[in-house]
Nanobody, 113 residues
Framework: QVQLVESGGGLVQAGGSLTLSCVVS????????MGWYRRAPDGGRDFVAL???????TYSDAVTGRFTISRDNAKNTAFLHMNKLKPEDAAVYYC???????WGQGTQVTVSS
């Protein structure tokens, strides 16, 4: 059974930083591409960032230059380092194991202006 558990969300002032973590179990983690998404105003999930098993990264235009996705394969963990946060970054953030299609439960990020 695949499980993803996010943590690290919270309240931060605009311009501040947060790091989200996603611990994965039940998968051969190092081979999987991992993604971060966030809940959109329409209720869908917007793409934020991806990292492949060998470390190749992709970002949405909205976060390029401010967010960094990384992974620690020894700890089965993916990270999203968020810098220069803006009020419009506030959302529930989800990680996803792309190969299995499994999602975490989400972690809330709130950005005060």
């Amino acid at each position: 059974q695949v499980q993803l558990v996010e943590s690290g969300g919270g309240l931060v002032q605009a311009g501040g930083s947060l790091t989200l973590s996603c611990v994965v179990s039940g998968r051969f983690f190092s081979a999987d591409t991992m993604g971060w998404y966030r809940r959109a105003p329409d209720g869908g999930r917007d793409f934020v960032a991806l990292i492949s098993g060998d470390g190749l990264t992709t970002y949405s235009d909205a976060v390029t230059g401010r967010f960094t996705i990384s992974r620690d394969n020894a700890k089965n963990t993916a990270f999203l380092h968020m810098n220069k946060l803006k009020p419009e970054d506030a959302a529930v953030y989800y990680c996803k194991d792309i190969a299995s299609g499994s999602w975490g439960q989400g972690t809330q990020v709130t950005v005060s202006s």
